[in-house]
């Protein structure tokens, strides 16, 4: 049986993981409401893309 609803989290492997559908962005914006954590999931893959709070998006030329 397989909960797609509680992704685990891959840095405390705590099951308290909330998912963000970034449509624009092509991504889910997940975070782990154990630890804190924030990361980016690419949405066909779900291959991690990096933690959020680390990597900001905004970047200049
Ligand atoms: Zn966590």
């Known amino acids: ?20 559908y970034l449509a ?3 991504l889910d914006s997940c975070e782990c409401r154990s630890c804190g954590a924030r990361w980016d999931e690419d949405l066909e893959t779900g291959a991690f ?12 030329d």
């Open 1 to 20: 049986m397989i909960d797609e609803g509680h992704l685990r989290c891959p840095f405390c492997d705590a099951y308290e993981v909330d998912r963000l």
């Open 49 to 60: 893309r990096g933690r959020a709070a680390r990597t900001p998006v905004i970047t200049r």
């Open 24 to 26: 624009s962005a092509h």
